[in-house]
């Protein structure tokens, strides 16, 4: 197979005819990213494919442009990009082309991914060395997302089990031994946290049962109705359900976790990159002594004569960071890091290696 279409069209640099032959023939197979696509161009979305008519590759790139250059920020449009973009899926004129069918075919697949294939996608097609990153916003990004769509219960509501379960209790309060019980259908139970994970959410909560308090460390989410079918159900004006609980419970606490994140600015190019999360801020900030050193050892002719400031924020001070170190080099250039509190929502990732 050729490495690229020979077809006398892609060549005439005639962007109608380009156009109309990729419209025959184009036949996409592939995601790819291209991190620097020309001198001055922004990272470019690629989606690989083939010409069916002489069998030679083509490649259709679309330049990212974030509206804010954080990182968060164009992976969000990588994402979004990745769902939406089919070049080439609809003719104008409304004739049948040779590859529509095939095209269609292929992009009707692209549609019924699922979110975690795209995520996962997105975290692969990236560089090595933002990975981490990519993957810490994607598994962040999936959680907000269930969270808030309506389809996982939040965190201090009341959920009801749909039919009789067998499950492993503990006592709330106190050190007593576990056992294990059945629950009855409609019994409530006080969701203390929701995790989400690849074949859906894991709940853990609080019933009441033998006139006492228990907590369930794990109860999945096809063992409860869901939050349309509580809602239909209760149109049933005959069933009104009993309330096992008279107050909000609030949801356990959840052990804190802090990134540590590098922001290097030289010759007006800025970089950021997370490091290490961890619960603990020592840990990160002996990590931030070290990283920096090997930095600045890499850079020697730029941070030679430095002044460097650091600074402690109180868990109540209202800052949005909880250690800041900046070092600053010749000519502007800035070496920064950050310790901030991970969200709630991605609190509890296992991130790459």
Known sequence: MPDACICEAM????????HEHCMRYFLPGGWAYDAAPGKGLPP???????????GGSIDMGMLLRPTAPLPEERYYTL?????TWRPYAVSESGQAYPAAAQRLDWYRMQDERPEISWCTLLV?????EEMRDAHFWAAGYQKRRLLSSGEAWPAG?????KGEHEVSISPYIGAAKGKRIFVRPFQELKITSAVSHSDGTVYSGLIKAEG?????ERVTEDMLYSQDEWIALQLEQDYIPSSDFKRQYLPDPVQPLFALTRVLDLEGSRKARTLAVSAHTELLKEQSERDAREVMEQHQTVFQETASDSTEFGSDSGEEYFYRWIVCGEMDSLLEYRIERVPVLTARLVLPE
């Open 157 to 161: 509501s009341a959920a009801r089990f």
């Open 11 to 18: 060549h005439s640099h005639d962007h109608s005819r380009i």
């Open 212 to 216: 006492e308090t228990f907590y369930l």
């Open 124 to 128: 692969q097609m990236l560089p090595r």
């Open 44 to 54: 470019s979305l690629l989606l690989k494919g083939r010409c069916m008519q002489c």
């Open 79 to 83: 994402y979004q990009k990745l769902r």
